[in-house]
């Protein structure tokens, strides 16, 4: 399991959301890129130096600071969407390979390189951006049916990254909620919510949502 890339946006026009900006726009980057968590959501801050989000109210923060997607699904994905799709062009800040990253387990801990450990905690969301982005119709509908959504991440520990690295799992918890799991039961199967409640590592919000479900 390694790191094939680590890639950083630059701000382009968003057409398609009324945030007017957009940092979906991102690739790779030569050397070591600095890791550390960003804080609170609002500020546009994320996990990577020389990043940034600009929809404040949907992205960044410390729940959402690294966003990590495997080259084997965008592997998968070249020939639906008919041509080649460069490391980054998801907007996914880790290009991965050898990692099951849509299998991966909420609370999941990975250490990349000799530094720095990453905490999975929720799927990605497609919006508008990323349909608008890829320039696909009905993409949002398309991305949510194949349930291969990537994973957020919280820094746990800082440090300096760089394509290349290893990965290695250092932690998985004692549940059986996957990132996909996740992303099921929070877009087309909400009968799937009461099984989040025993992932403890996921966002507040979404816990609230699977408590409600389940009346607890």
């Not at 890129?33 to 949907?58: F, W």
């Not at 250092?170 to 877009?187: I, M, Q, S």
């Not at 025993?198 to 389940?214: F, K, N, S, V, W």
Request: net charge neutral; proline share 7%.
């Amino acid at each position: 399991m390694r790191l094939l890339s680590v890639n950083v946006g630059k701000p382009r026009p968003n057409p398609w959301k009324s945030a007017g900006t957009t940092g979906i726009d991102k690739g790779p980057v030569e050397g070591s890129v600095r890791v550390s968590d960003p804080g609170p959501k609002g500020t546009g801050a994320v996990g990577l130096a020389g990043d940034r989000v600009y929809d404040l109210a949907h992205h960044g923060g410390s729940d959402q600071a690294v966003y990590a997607y495997a080259r084997e699904d965008l592997d998968r994905w070249e020939p639906e969407l008919g041509r080649p799709l460069a490391n980054g062009v998801f907007g996914e800040n880790l290009t991965t390979a050898g990692l099951d990253v849509n299998g991966a387990l909420i609370g999941e801990r990975w250490r990349i390189g000799s530094q720095v450990v990453l905490e999975v905690s929720c799927p990605r969301i497609p919006c508008s951006t990323f349909q608008g982005w890829l320039a696909r119709e009905r993409w949002i509908d398309r991305f949510t049916e194949a349930a291969s959504p990537g994973a957020y991440l919280r820094v746990v520990e800082p440090g300096d990254i760089r394509a290349g690295d290893q990965i290695e799992i250092v932690h998985r918890p004692a549940h059986d909620v996957t990132v996909a799991v996740t992303f099921r039961a929070l877009t087309l199967e909400p009968g799937l919510l009461p099984r989040l409640t025993t992932a403890e590592a996921l966002p507040d919000g979404i816990r609230q949502q699977a408590h409600r479900r389940t009346g607890i």
